[in-house]
């Protein structure tokens, strides 16, 4: 039978591995907003199919579900706001919220990489933000 002090020990390396495992702070930072960055330059070039691309599976579902048709065209009448310089990025977890000039966009973090849940984003006062693209 194991002791406390064997529990708390391989507690203590799980904690450990999964907190490797994960990357640290400065990498999901980095590599969260180089997912905005590079949403923003798709944006600006009118490159719909790699908007698309970079949209989480529900974000992307939910899109063409409100839209009723595909992604690339539905993206396309959305009216996104130019956004400017990155401002903040936090991250919490596989979850971050990168703020900009004028926008805020929200990414999770898949096996395949950073991708954007909502963007178009406006703070409201004591409410949640309002979002021109959301997962469901």
């Known amino acids: 039978m194991l002791n406390r002090w064997c529990w708390r020990g391989i507690a203590a390396m799980a904690a450990v591995l999964t907190l490797t495992s994960c990357g640290s702070l400065s990498e999901r930072r980095d590599g969260a907003t180089a997912e905005v960055v590079r949403f923003e330059r798709a944006l600006s070039a009118g490159q719909h199919d790699r908007?698309?691309?970079?949209?989480?599976?529900?974000?992307?579902?939910?899109?063409e579900q409100s839209a009723k048709s595909r992604c690339e065209q539905a993206i396309g009448e959305e009216e996104l706001p130019a956004a400017g310089a990155v401002r903040t990025v936090d991250v919490y977890g596989d979850q971050a919220r990168v703020v900009l000039e004028q926008d805020t966009v929200f990414l999770a973090r898949f096996p395949a990489g950073w991708k954007v849940t909502a963007a178009g984003c406006a703070p409201r006062h004591q409410q949640p933000y309002q979002c021109a693209i959301k997962g469901g």
């Open 51 to 63: 908007l698309c691309a970079a949209l989480a599976p529900s974000t992307r579902e939910e899109l």
